[in-house]
């Protein structure tokens, strides 16, 4: 079991710099496969990034390639989702997802979730 929160939502102006959080609680953090999902009103959640237990691997959806990066801290137990050159379209609820078996871009496949922050990009 483990238990995620997540932090750093906010309202920015396009082009501007957020850095989300997603603090775990409970079992061994450093055996989860880790990612951000989104969703926007009205439509389905969204695969954002993902990173392996080892840190070693990750992946990204092409619409956030080259200006969001995931990545991990074990020892603080937390992963951040570093979001620049921030743009309308990304604007939605952010989502940490955690799961020990399954490293993939489908949101059925993880078993843990936090509550979501909300990003709002201005244009």
């Known amino acids: 079991q483990v238990q995620l929160v997540e932090s750093g939502g906010g309202l920015v102006q396009t082009g501007n710099s957020l850095r989300l959080s997603c603090a775990a609680s409970?079992?061994?953090?450093?055996?989860?496969?880790m990612a951000w999902f989104h969703q926007a009103p009205g439509k389905e959640r969204k695969f954002v990034a993902s990173?392996?237990?080892?840190?070693?691997?990750?992946d990204y959806a092409d619409s956030v390639k080259g200006r969001f990066t995931i990545s991990r801290d074990d020892a603080k137990r937390t992963v951040y989702l570093q979001m620049n050159n921030l743009k309308p379209e990304d604007t939605a609820v952010y989502y940490c997802?955690?799961?020990?078996?399954?490293?993939?871009?489908?949101?059925?496949?993880?078993?843990?979730w936090g509550q979501g922050t909300q990003v709002t990009v201005s244009s």
């Open positions: 990173i392996t237990g080892s840190g070693t691997g990750t």
């Open positions: 997802a955690a799961d020990r078996l399954v490293w993939s871009r489908r949101s059925d496949d993880y078993s843990y």
């Open positions: 409970g079992s061994t953090f450093g055996h989860y496969y």
